[in-house]
């Protein structure tokens, strides 16, 4: 089966009090970060510019932030996760060496085959988690497809 055809099998990880990296701050790390605080991972970001709500985050105390451009070899070996989402595609690369020699599991944002994992759209519900993923060839149509999912759980709470 080629590539990418392939399905993604959804696992489901306690991420609390759990150390995730985020390597850039700009749009894409902003979204991921808000996801990944719902489920209560202690976060550090490491970004030479980020966005102003990913600064109020950290004046909030909510994450931590390193304004700064990443530097090979400082990733913490308890990191549970990586993720690489600078747009420069040779910095994610060296990102995704540095996990690979220290066995961190790591998705790189810019190419799906240095991905260990693929980052969800998710919709949270009470005490319920949907985690919807694609094959990875059409990545608007997961995020229409999360979308009406959206509407139609709010479409039920509000019933
Ligand atoms: C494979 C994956 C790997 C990973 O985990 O990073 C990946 C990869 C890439 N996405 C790209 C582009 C876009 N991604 C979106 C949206 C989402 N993409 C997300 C996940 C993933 N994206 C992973 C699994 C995806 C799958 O199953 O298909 C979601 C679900 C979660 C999230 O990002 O938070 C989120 C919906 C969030 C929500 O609704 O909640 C939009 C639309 C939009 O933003 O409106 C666009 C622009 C339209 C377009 O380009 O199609 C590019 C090209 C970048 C470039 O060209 O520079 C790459 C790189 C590549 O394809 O190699
Ligand atoms: N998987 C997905 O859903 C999508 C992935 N992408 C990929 O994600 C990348 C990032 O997208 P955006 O967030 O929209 O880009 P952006 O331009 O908004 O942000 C890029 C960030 O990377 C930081 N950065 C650049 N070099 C750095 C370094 N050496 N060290 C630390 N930080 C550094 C910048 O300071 C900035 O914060 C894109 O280039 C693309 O490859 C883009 C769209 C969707």
Not at 89 to 111: F, L, M, Q
Request: net charge negative; hydrophobic share 40%.
């Amino acid at each position: 089966m080629k590539n990418e055809k392939k399905r993604r099998f959804p696992l489901f990880i306690d991420l609390a009090d759990r150390k995730v990296i985020v390597i850039g701050g700009g749009k894409i790390a902003e979204r991921r970060i808000r996801t990944l605080l719902s489920f209560e991972a202690c976060i550090k970001v490491i970004a030479k510019e980020c966005s102003s709500d990913i600064s109020q985050m950290h004046e909030a105390g909510m994450i931590h932030l390193e304004k700064r451009a990443y530097r090979e070899g400082e990733l913490d070996d308890d990191a549970v996760m990586v993720l690489a989402i600078t747009d420069d595609s040779r910095v994610n690369e060296s990102v995704w060496s540095e996990c690979k020699r220290k066995n961190i599991i790591v998705n790189v944002a810019s190419n799906q085959e240095l991905c260990d994992f693929f980052f969800p759209a998710v919709l949270l519900q009470d005490e319920i988690t949907i985690g919807v993923c694609g094959n990875g060839t059409n990545h608007s149509e997961v995020r229409e497809k999360a979308d009406l999912l959206r509407k139609l759980l709010k479409e039920k709470t509000d019933e």
